[in-house]
């Protein structure tokens, strides 16, 4: 299968080896991943502002860059962008006059999953250690991001594929449902109840013994790691396609910044070499990404 990535903003800015554990992920089954050139973001955080008529162009991109590229299904490590594809993208058209691009856009969405409902729902991963060949062999909570449970109701699939690696302990974090207090921009409009939020979730993490706290968002992920440096304490964060793409033989590292190794190795079908995250924020696109793609997303 050919699988399109759409990276999203903060992972492409600043967790590029979300990017690139998606790519071995779902290399390491057999597919050709492609990264579509143009792309950008997904207009989320100006739809939740209220920015209406400024987010129309930044559909108006998406949709040309995804409707242009050549693939089968496309994927992309955020329940939460995935969701504003089909929650937000046809309505912002729809106010903006644009009924094709509104139908367009609901085109490119209902063929864009994220990474667990992939794995799970098209790909029939249910056991990572057994197909996927995972392997972390250490004691990890889950947190669910809203998005993820309330629009794009995704239930346990991160939760169960976490579970199925190798060596992992998953425990079961208190009131997991509850907000981690980020939510885009109102963390900046908000900064104080979110904060309060975030202390309270991590409070849960804590309490939990873990050694990192796993999660679909990076945005969360984000947001309660800061929290807990600040404070110096609780666990560090990961991204579940992290975990997933960890092995025995190339192992997510946790002493210090918790980072996936990138080897130079070629990946599958002359793909290009992968390159250290001081590449940037185009290192996604020019990792192991097979692709018609001229460089990183915007």
């Known amino acids: 299968m050919r699988i399109a990535l759409f990276a999203t903003c903060i992972v492409d800015a600043m967790y590029p080896r979300v990017a690139l554990a998606t790519v071995r992920v779902l290399e390491r089954l057999g597919?050709?991943?492609?990264?579509?050139?143009?792309?950008?973001?997904?207009?989320?955080?100006?739809?939740?502002?209220?920015?209406?008529?400024?987010?129309l162009p930044v559909v108006r991109n998406h949709v040309k860059a995804f409707t242009a590229a050549d693939y089968d299904v496309a994927?992309?490590?955020?329940?939460?962008?995935?969701?504003s594809l089909g929650h937000q993208q046809p309505m912002i058209a729809r106010a903006g006059g644009d009924e094709e691009l509104a139908v367009a856009a609901a085109a490119v969405a209902g063929n864009t999953y994220e990474l667990s409902q992939l794995l799970v729902d098209v790909l029939g991963v249910r056991d990572?250690?057994?197909?996927?060949?995972?392997?972390?062999?250490?004691?990890?909570?889950?947190?669910?991001?809203?998005?993820?449970?309330?629009?794009?109701?995704?239930?346990?699939?991160?939760?169960?594929?976490?579970?199925?690696v190798g060596g992992l302990d998953l425990v079961e974090l208190p009131d997991a449902e509850e907000c981690c207090g980020f939510g885009g921009t109102f963390s900046?409009?908000?900064?104080?109840?979110?904060?309060?939020?975030?202390?309270?979730?991590?409070?849960?993490?804590?309490?939990?013994?873990?050694?990192?706290?796993?999660?679909?968002?990076?945005?969360?992920?984000?947001?309660?790691?800061?929290?807990?440096?600040?404070?110096?304490?609780?666990?560090?964060?990961?991204?579940?396609?992290?975990i997933l793409a960890s092995t025995r033989e190339n192992p997510l590292e946790v002493s210090g910044p918790v980072e996936l190794s990138i080897p130079k190795s070629r990946g599958r079908g002359g793909c290009t070499s992968a390159r250290s995250s001081a590449a940037g924020p185009a290192s996604p696109a020019s990792s192991s990404v097979s692709s018609h793609t001229t460089g990183g997303a915007r």
């Open 31 to 55: 597919h050709e991943v492609v990264f579509p050139p143009g792309q950008g973001c997904c207009s989320q955080m100006h739809v939740n502002s209220g920015y209406f008529d400024d987010a």
């Open 75 to 83: 994927v992309a490590p955020s329940g939460s962008c995935v969701a």
């Open 128 to 164: 990572a250690a057994a197909q996927l060949g995972s392997w972390f062999p250490h004691r990890v909570t889950y947190h669910p991001s809203c998005h993820g449970m309330r629009l794009l109701r995704l239930g346990d699939r991160q939760k169960d594929l976490v579970a199925s």
């Open 188 to 242: 900046f409009k908000n900064p104080d109840v979110s904060a309060a939020m975030a202390e309270e979730k991590i409070d849960n993490i804590v309490s939990t013994g873990a050694e990192l706290c796993t999660g679909g968002d990076a945005s969360c992920l984000m947001h309660l790691g800061g929290a807990m440096a600040r404070r110096d304490s609780g666990p560090g964060t990961v991204h579940f396609a992290e």
